[in-house]
């Protein structure tokens, strides 16, 4: 379904203008028309990251005229495997001044605007407001909604995009036009049925090839050219090397978009997609110890049965001393049980205490009641007990 163009062109391109983007004003489709409405187009990527990165680069090298970037993080080593638009010596700075940097490297004629704030209710109306279209480079549940959901309200396109270890996803959600995201996903999934890039990793060229589909998609809706992917999922396999592509049609009922919707202003998105479920919380409410308890705990030589619930990949990386690794989702399915031991206290950790969180219910709800998990996880750990050790 063609569109058109979202932008008013400019008035003009420079002779420099023309030199550099050359490459585009030959293409029919986009020519000098084309251009002038990139030259003229405000469009706010929100995160900096893996996706954010590629989409930035790509942007700025196509010519939009004003690029908004919503970041609050701080560079760190182990983003630098995907997010190309940092390099080593910005380790420590802020993602957003980084990428602001990279920006202006790869286009000077390029106006960046920093919003350098966590996107949340307070802020993400005025933000987007002043932006034609959005690029979401978001990485949580939480996040992800309260864009749709001010995108809708503000009627507002924007391209969206998810990366899973070998899997990508990416499409365009434009209520006037098309369905939205909850049209897709009406709900969050359960908190921990998802696991989070942190958790389960990701191939970094993913990020490339999904935040790439991104901007090629951004390009259209501005320039008003090809068929987007308004209406359509695609999913990409990078191990597979497999394109396919799955309708999304606009439900009538969807609860921000349809035709009676019960979302008419922002609600709570932390509550609606549940960080971490409520059984969770009330099994670590009095049974979360600290790292500094569970190290008094080993030197007094205590009978404890310490479980790494996290993959056997993040095991290698990094442990902790007398830690036996059982994955969460044995305890999940319920195979983990018979092995714990009736008569040693049992201590739980993952990478951040969220995990170990939910399968604290698991193993509460199964008899063992004096059973603890460890807040913080291995992180907590290394950062209080052995910091020498590598993070990830």
């Known amino acids: 379904m063609s569109l058109p163009p979202l932008v008013e062109p400019a008035d003009e391109l420079t002779v420099d203008e023309v030199r ?36 930035l680069l790509y942007l700025a090298a196509a010519g939009v005229g004003t690029l908004g970037i919503v970041e609050f993080d701080v560079v760190d080593e182990s983003n630098l495997q995907r997010q190309v638009i940092h390099g080593q010596s910005d380790i420590g700075r802020s993602k957003a001044e980084s990428a602001r940097d990279s920006v202006k490297e790869i286009n000077p004629y390029v106006n960046v605007v920093l919003h350098e704030d966590r996107l949340d209710n307070s802020n993400v109306m005025e933000i987007f407001s002043g932006y034609d279209l959005i690029v979401d480079g978001t990485d949580n549940f939480a996040t992800r909604y309260l864009v749709n959901d001010a995108a809708v309200l503000l009627g507002k396109p924007y391209v969206w995009g998810s990366i899973y270890r070998f899997d990508g996803q990416a499409s365009v959600f434009w209520a006037e036009h098309g369905p939205c995201y909850r049209c897709l996903y009406p709900e969050a999934p359960p908190p921990g049925m998802v696991p989070s890039c942190a958790e389960g990793g990701v191939l970094g ?74 059984e969770a919380q009330a099994a670590a409410a009095g049974s979360t110890i600290t790292s500094h308890q569970l190290k008094q705990w080993q030197d007094d030589k205590e009978d404890i049965y310490l479980i790494d619930v996290r993959e056997p990949g993040e095991y290698e990386i990094v442990n902790i001393p007398g830690a036996v690794l059982i994955p969460k989702n044995e305890f999940l399915m319920g195979d983990a049980l018979e092995k714990l031991p009736q008569d040693r206290k049992i201590v739980l950790h993952c990478k951040s205490g969220v995990r170990s969180a939910e399968v604290l219910a698991v193993v509460k709800a199964a008899g063992f009641g004096n059973a603890v998990h460890l807040g913080g996880g291995v992180l907590g750990w290394i950062n209080q007990i052995e910091p020498h050790k590598p993070v990830y």
Not at 26 to 46: E, F, S, T, Y
Not at 214 to 237: H, S, T, W
Request: aromatic content about 4%; proline content about 5%; overall charge neutral.
């Open 205 to 278: 060229v993913l990020c490339a090839s999904i935040g790439s589909i991104q901007v090629n998609e951004a390009i259209k809706l501005l320039a008003g050219i090809g068929d987007p992917l308004l209406g359509r999922l695609m999913i990409y396999d990078a191990l597979e090397m497999n394109y396919r592509q799955v309708k999304v049609r606009k439900d009538p009922n969807c609860a921000v978009c349809g035709e009676n919707p019960t979302v008419t202003e922002l609600i709570d998105y932390e509550a609606f997609c549940g960080v971490v479920s409520e």
């Open 20 to 55: 550099r983007y050359s490459r585009h004003l030959i293409i029919p489709d986009v020519g000098m028309a084309g251009q002038k409405r990139l030259k003229n187009a405000k469009v706010l990527c929100v995160g900096a990251g893996g996706l954010g990165s590629p989409a």
